[in-house]
């Protein structure tokens, strides 16, 4: 009886053993609903479930920055350099340093008069791969607020900037104006499921807003396109059910925006990627509560109504909206997509969605587009005669960027995160359009030596008379100067930056060597009072440098963007010497009407002259 | 079957296979079902699967010293010292890795782990002194 009674223990020991320590020991998903900041409601149970059964979705989702959207500061996530060094901007000055496993932040108070000055310790970080923005942790009564701190990182650039300096606004001394509070702002995007908790205290005059923010996860994970995963992990947890098909398992199935009907599928994306307002206004009240009303699987504008050029400013500024789009309604900043897809008749006549084009599990993270369909497979899995022949609908090289087609349907001309970003109004391009509009042209933005009058002409030779000439440019300028330079000079913050951008791109139709021009403009765009604008320029005058050097390679990188205006004027004309003087045989001689004489020095009144059509309205869009 | 040795594996074979067979279906069943708090640690899974191999594997080899430990020649006692030492190697490098993912964090294993170093030491002497023995043997045999 002896050596049976020892097998029979030995072999209930395993499943004994495993049991007790499984019950008594850590349990991974539990920590992490236990975390601050993360709810399980709504049948929320985070990715890490979802990992469970979902390994290589998890792990493509990782990494994408979605997944990286808002995170915990630690040594492996932290992009910025917190290495004591100081960061100027406006006569004031910040400094990242790390203590230990800190991450903290010397900051002037908001008092700029006293010259106060407190050290701000990273609690909750933005962004992963354009810039990283900082949040300190803020106790207000027994509640807590995270507020962003004035410096973020770029990641591209490797260095601090000032808030102010990356947002379409002019320079501002005022080092705190975008301290914005992430449970009323970035909470509803950046993370999942989102509940801001908005205590009802507006009644207390004076003191600052109390929240008891939670989120079903930081970041963008998989429950913010899938929906609620309880019921799901509940239901698929026996292998009867995934096997067989036993119980409610095919009830309980997880959304998947890829079977979702055309309107519900963007809605997925547009949840986040379409500026809106609750619908009815009166549901407000619930999304600074509860979070926004919409779920998965649900028709989003039956939740919301996406703001418009000529939505209705409640309160405040009462270009708030407007000044986001161009004249003809198409968005000009980033995070309008929506809008834009919606606007497009590859939507409206077609069965375009968001997935058409992009891919959340698979292909480079950095814009998502499906590898599946590389180039203009994106565009010509419908259009297929295009694909057939390419030159003949485009006249332009098949294996050009003037073939491409999103170069002049969809053309880079928001603004968004420091970049320029492509417009999802997939739309035909037309000069005179945006000429009256003061809008972007998709040709000039490539034929940055071309004016718009000359745009017209080829398109109606190349495609008739539908395309009309332009007899006024919105701005005034002269429509004989190429509408690169004249927008670069004459147009609107957004605009200026939008042309900033697009002359240094490797895309732009003139070789490098035959831009001289171009690089005189951008150095008087480098002394623009919006620092996205001249940080643009700079990046463009840069690019040219590096296809075409003329020796000034070392002068540019000198250049800070932040600087004061002293050493911007500086920077300017020491750039404008440099070509001057170094430029002539290194460079093709400058086209006629380009406002640059054959010495190589600009026609300066000219210039002069265009910059005065800017206007004096100070233009700022936050995004 | 009188001889200590043969006995000291055997017992040891067979009371491993008995522990480990049972775990690799308690593990399985935790896959079956998707629990949460087994499948949430990566490491956890990691260190009971090898638990629940090596367990069998070892297992296994202490059965084929039963079998074939009198073959090594030597002499009964240092027959039986050979096994006490693979029956203690067998038994601490799965207890190791049982252990190191009970109570574990994150990224490292608990203390148990420091079994499994200690396991394999004393299993590589067992091993090596099998070996030794074998060879000696084999010497008498083949004198060439």
């Known amino acids: 009886m002896r050596a049976p009674l020892t097998l029979l223990l030995a072999a209930l020991a395993a499943p004994i053993f495993v049991a007790s320590s499984l019950s008594w020991g850590p349990d991974p998903s539990a920590a992490i609903a236990a975390q601050e900041l993360v709810h399980r409601n709504g049948g929320h149970v985070g990715s890490a479930i979802c990992r469970d059964c979902h390994e290589d979705h998890y792990t493509s989702w990782r990494r994408t920055h979605h997944a990286q959207m808002t995170q915990r500061p630690g040594a492996d996530n932290v992009r910025g350099v917190f290495d004591g060094r100081v960061v100027r901007y406006e006569g004031q000055e910040a400094r990242p340093f790390r203590d230990g496993d800190r991450f903290l932040i010397d900051v002037p108070t908001t008092n700029a008069e006293a010259h106060g000055r407190r050290i701000a310790e990273v609690a909750l970080m933005v962004g992963s791969r354009r810039y990283q923005q900082y949040f300190e942790r803020q106790q207000r009564g027994d509640s807590v607020a995270f507020v962003r701190l004035p410096i973020l990182w770029h990641i591209e650039q490797q260095r601090w900037l000032h808030l102010n300096t990356v947002f379409l606004g002019p320079d501002d001394a005022n080092w705190h104006a975008h301290a914005a509070t992430w449970n009323e702002n970035c909470i509803f995007c950046h993370n999942t499921a989102p509940e801001p908790r908005a205590r009802n205290n507006a009644a207390r005059a004076g003191a600052l807003p109390q929240f008891d923010s939670e989120v079903a996860e930081l970041g963008i994970s998989c429950e913010s396109c899938h929906g609620p995963g309880a019921e799901h992990a509940r239901a698929h947890q026996s292998p009867l059910v995934r096997y067989v098909g036993a119980g409610d398992g095919a009830e309980a199935a997880a959304k998947n925006p890829s079977r979702f009907d055309q309107e519900r599928a963007v809605s997925v994306c547009g949840q986040c990627h379409g500026a809106r307002l609750p619908n009815p206004l009166a549901r407000v009240r619930d999304w600074f509560h509860s979070g926004p009303t919409y779920r998965v699987g649900d028709k989003l504008l039956e939740h919301v109504t996406p703001i418009e050029r000529d939505t209705k400013v409640l309160s405040g500024d009462p270009e708030q909206y407007s000044l986001r789009f161009w004249g003809d309604g198409t968005a000009r900043l980033s995070a309008y997509e929506l809008q834009g897809v919606l606007a497009s008749p590859c939507y409206q006549q077609g069965t375009m969605t968001c997935q058409s084009c992009h891919s959340m599990h698979t292909g480079d993270p950095h814009g998502q587009l499906r590898p599946d369909r590389p180039g203009n497979q994106l565009c010509t899995q419908c259009h297929e005669t295009i694909a057939k022949d390419v030159r003949a609908h485009t006249h332009h090289d098949p294996a050009g960027s003037g073939s491409s087609c999103v170069e002049c349907h969809m053309p880079k001309i928001v603004y968004g995160v420091l970049e320029i970003h492509r417009s999802h109004r997939i739309e035909l391009p037309d000069p005179a359009r945006d000429a009256e509009t003061a809008r972007p042209h998709a040709c000039t933005l490539c034929h940055t030596d071309r004016t718009l009058p000359w745009a017209a002409q080829q398109m109606q030779q190349w495609w008739g008379p539908k395309f009309r000439t332009p007899v006024q440019r919105a701005d005034r300028a002269p429509l004989a100067v190429p509408d690169a330079i004249a927008s670069l000079h004459a147009g609107d913050a957004a605009v200026r930056a939008v042309y900033a951008a697009a002359i240094g791109r490797a895309t732009t139709a003139p070789a490098a060597t035959d831009t001289v021009a171009q690089r005189a403009h951008l150095a008087v765009a480098m002394g623009d009072g919006y620092p996205s604008v001249r940080w643009l320029a700079q990046r463009s005058l840069q690019q040219l440098e590096q296809r075409a050097p003329i020796g000034l390679a070392e002068l540019l990188h000198g250049i800070d963007s932040m600087a004061g205006p002293q050493p911007r004027r500086d920077a300017v004309f020491a750039t404008l010497d440099g070509i001057a003087h170094k430029a002539g045989n290194r460079l093709m001689p400058p086209t006629t009407g380009a406002l640059l004489g054959t010495d190589l020095r600009l026609d300066l009144p000219a210039v002069i002259r265009l910059t005065d059509l800017q206007g004096r309205n100070v233009i700022s869009i936050g995004e | ?144």
């Open chain 2, 1 to 144: 079957m009188n001889e200590r040795a043969p006995r000291i594996a055997l017992v040891t074979g067979w009371l491993l296979l008995a522990f480990s067979l049972p775990l690799g279906l308690t593990l399985e069943a935790l896959h079956a079902w998707k629990v949460p708090v087994y499948l949430g640690s990566a490491l956890r899974r990691e260190l009971w699967t090898l638990a629940h191999a090596h367990g069998n594997l070892l297992g296994i080899l202490c059965l084929v010293f039963a079998a074939l430990g009198a073959r090594v020649g030597g002499t009964d006692a240092q027959r039986a010292r050979l096994a006490r030492w693979l029956a203690i190697g067998a038994v601490l490098m799965p207890l190791g890795f049982l252990l190191g993912g009970v109570m574990n964090r994150e990224g490292d294993p608990s203390y148990g782990i420091v079994l499994v170093p200690a396991g394999a030491v004393i299993l590589m002497i067992a091993l090596f002194g099998t070996a030794r023995l074998a060879l000696g043997r084999s010497g008498e045999v083949d004198p060439a």
